[in-house]
Nanobody, 125 residues
Framework: QVQLVESGGDSVQAGGSLRLSCTAS???????MGWFRQTPGKEREDVAS????????YYADSVKGRFTASRDNANNTLYLQMDSLKDEDTAMYYC???????????????????RGQGTQVTVSS
């Protein structure tokens, strides 16, 4: 059974930074991976994705220029560096992965085959 385990969520002040990690129980090479977030009472938002080799990325407009996705396939780990955090970034962040190329699902990260249990990020002013 494929497992994705997120870590790094925390409570921070607005303007601060966090780095989320997602470790997979399978080799991540060949998998498109990404992050989406969910807040109770709000729509789920697809945040970022990164191609299997790391050469192509997608970001939601709301996080462009502030968030950076990266990956370390040697250690089966996905990262999300989050800078200049805002109150509206508060959410549960989920890691997701699929064997298909990222381009085939057009940024709909929440539809990926595998997902983790989430890590909570809380940003306060």
């Amino acid at each position: 059974q494929v497992q994705l385990v997120e870590s790094g969520g925390d409570s921070v002040q607005a303007g601060g930074s966090l780095r989320l990690s997602c470790t997979a129980s399978i080799p991540t090479g060949g998998h498109c991976m990404g992050w989406f977030r969910q807040t109770p009472g709000k729509e789920r938002e697809d945040v970022a994705s990164i191609s299997s080799g790391g050469g192509a990325t997608y970001y939601a407009d709301s996080v462009k220029g502030r968030f950076t996705a990266s990956r370390d396939n040697a250690n089966n780990t996905l990262y999300l560096q989050m800078d200049s955090l805002k109150d509206e970034d508060t959410a549960m962040y989920y890691c997701a992965a699929q064997r298909l190329p990222c381009s085939l699902t057009l940024g709909r990260i929440h539809l990926y085959t595998y997902r983790g249990q989430g890590t909570q990020v809380t940003v306060s002013s």
